[in-house]
């Protein structure tokens, strides 16, 4: 039975794996567009990795390209993959000490990361080779 509006499997797949790709190039191009690289990269610093710059870089490039080639259907396994220990990592470092939420009851909580996680899996185990 189809319902208003329409769509498919494989175009609710592609749908997700298109936003979820430009939500993470958007992360990368406001770091650089904001000029925090720098700062993200003394925050790595602070705990304990000594090429913070260069990680925060290499993190901001990988979100920007992996992000763009994800959502033109490359590589997408792998890039899910990444992108899903990223996240993990920024959760441990980050989000996780500031509670569940991203907004309302705490602030800067782990709520979005969890669900780009569950999204990036989901795109990651539905994808057709």
Do not use: D
Not at 16 to 40: D, E, M, N, Q
Not at 52 to 61: C, M, N, Q
Request: hydrophobic share 55%; aromatic share 12%; net charge positive.
């Amino acid at each position: 039975m189809k319902t208003f509006p329409y769509i498919s499997a494989a175009q609710s797949r592609k749908l997700l794996r298109i936003a979820v790709s430009l939500f993470l190039v958007a992360h990368g191009v406001t770091r650089i567009y904001l000029g925090t690289v720098g700062g993200f990269g003394g925050f790595l610093n602070s705990k304990g990795f000594v090429i913070g710059e260069i990680l925060a870089w290499a993190v901001t490039i990988f979100e920007i390209a992996g992000g763009a080639t994800m959502a033109l259907n490359y590589f997408v396994r792998w890039i899910a993959a990444v992108f899903m220990i990223e996240l993990a990592t920024g959760m441990i470092l980050v989000h996780a000490p500031q509670g569940w939420f991203v907004v309302g009851a705490t602030l800067g909580g782990m709520e979005y990361s969890v669900l780009l996680i569950i999204c990036l899996l989901l795109i990651a185990a539905h994808h057709k080779e």
